[in-house]
């Protein structure tokens, strides 16, 4: 076949490639603890499940508005207004099938040969994956352990060249449990107002879900950058719905007609009925997320002093989103060569460090997003295992 060249290039999402052999491994009779996958564990809330099947019966059966529907992109002004207390035009907000749609029309409309676009490393695989397809240079921005895997803004800077056409922020951030400080991105921000040539995309899929009292920071607060910055969100992590596929982006004056293009090239529109549930989601009650953070908040300390008592791992406390990224050096193995073998010894699925980019080794990822009692009996295994290898 004469496949494209640049089909070569796209990588993957490995977390999706460990449930599949957790899976096989299940079917053939293993007891396999899965701490691979980015989802939440928990149901979608009733009151949001209710209101897709509503809309079933009553007949969103049809195409929508490219963009979605009118009512849903004024849920979603609201809800920015509410969190991160800023106005935005409802034109502006495109509904899509999940979070990654607005990464991979970002990546199509700056990544070609001859461009560099920074992105973190480690972090989300799409990222480096979806660069590298476009034909654009991948530059890291390395984020490290020693400063709670945030990143020093003038090396950030310092990274910028002619050439560059995208940075690529997340926060919080997978696989780190990261979270960039007011601080640092206050100076990115200064600093970018050097590079007017620099389109932002903010990556915030996990804004409301951190720790500590810590709040949230979000780039489209800054009115300095609002012109070329993009906002990447979704209802997957927040509400617990991976499975209904339903995100939005806020794209500038300037980018908004481009994205509608795309999204009219790809999917023609969101699905109406998961539309309207995720309408209920923003405007009804918000007590099943703070149920889920609460749990997620115990998961996490459970999880993290479990780690960090097992000879050879060490452990930073996540400050958000739902996942412990434990240096494993101490263990003298590589990071895939663990993931192998708790996988096939312990029965413990986990993501290894370097499928989140080359700064990903010396560490494994692990999804919190399990019962304590699974938690426990994952870390449990992990410590045997580690003994006996
Ligand atoms: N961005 C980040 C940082 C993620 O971790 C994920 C999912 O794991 C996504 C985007 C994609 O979200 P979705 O599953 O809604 O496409």
């Given at each position: 076949m004469n496949l494209a060249r640049r089909m070569s290039r796209l990588g993957t999402e490995s977390a999706f490639e460990v449930l599949a052999r957790a899976k096989a491994l299940e079917a053939q009779g293993h007891d396999i603890i899965?701490?691979?996958?980015?989802?939440p564990d928990f149901h979608t809330p009733?009151?949001?499940?209710?209101?897709?099947?509503?809309?079933?019966?009553?007949?969103y059966h049809f195409y929508t508005p490219a963009k979605g529907l009118p009512d849903l992109r004024a849920a979603v002004t609201e809800d920015i207004k509410k969190y991160r207390g800023v106005d935005v035009d409802p034109n502006h907000v495109m509904i899509v099938p999940g979070g990654k749609p607005t990464m991979f029309f970002a990546m199509l409309m700056f990544g070609e040969e001859g461009r560099e676009i920074l992105y973190p490393n480690p972090g989300f695989p799409i990222y480096e994956s979806m660069i590298e397809f476009s034909g654009a240079k991948a530059v890291p921005i390395e984020l490290r352990e020693e400063s709670g895997f945030t990143f020093?803004?003038?090396?950030?800077?310092?990274?910028?060249?002619?050439?560059?056409?995208?940075?690529?922020?997340?926060?919080?951030?997978?696989?780190?449990?990261?979270?960039?400080?007011?601080?640092?991105?206050?100076?990115?921000?200064?600093?970018l107002e050097a590079h007017p040539h620099v389109t932002i995309l903010s990556d915030e899929i996990y804004s409301r879900m951190t720790y500590d009292g810590l709040e949230h920071q979000s780039l489209l607060a800054y009115e300095s950058i609002r012109d070329r910055t993009i906002l990447l969100d979704g209802w997957s992590k927040?509400?617990?719905m991976t499975g209904w596929r339903l995100g939005f982006g806020v794209w500038p004056a300037d980018l908004i007609?481009?994205?509608?293009?795309?999204?009219?090239?790809?999917n023609?529109?969101?699905?109406?009925?998961?539309?309207?549930?995720?309408?209920?989601?923003?405007?009804?009650?918000?007590?099943?997320?703070?149920?889920?953070?609460?749990?997620?908040?115990?998961?996490?300390?459970l999880i993290v002093d479990g780690l960090n008592?097992?000879?050879?791992?060490?452990?930073v406390m996540p400050r958000g989103a739902f996942y412990a990224f434990p240096n494993i050096?101490?263990?003298?193995?590589?990071?895939?060569?663990?993931?192998?073998?708790?996988?096939?010894?312990a029965g413990v699925a986990t993501v290894s460090g370097t499928s989140f980019g080359a700064m990903g080794e010396g560490y494994i990822r692990f999804s919190y997003a399990a019962g304590t009692e699974e938690i426990e009996r994952a870390l449990e295994r992990v410590a045997n295992c580690l003994q006996t290898a």
């Open positions: 899965n701490l691979g996958i980015g989802a009733a009151n949001i499940v209710d209101a897709g099947c509503r809309a079933l019966v009553d007949g020093d803004p003038d090396e950030v800077l310092a990274k910028i060249t002619p050439a560059t056409s995208l940075m690529i922020i997340n926060t919080p951030a997978n696989p780190t449990g990261g979270l960039i400080g007011k601080a640092e991105l206050d100076r990115l921000v200064e600093g927040t509400y617990s007609d481009q994205a509608e293009r795309l999204q009219i090239n790809s023609s529109c969101p699905s109406a009925p998961v539309q309207m549930a995720g309408i209920e989601a923003f405007r009804g009650p918000q007590d099943e997320v703070d149920k889920m953070m609460k749990t997620f908040d115990e998961r996490r300390k008592a097992i000879p050879g791992f060490s452990c050096t101490g263990t003298g193995m590589s990071s895939r060569d663990l993931q192998n073998l708790l996988l096939t010894k």
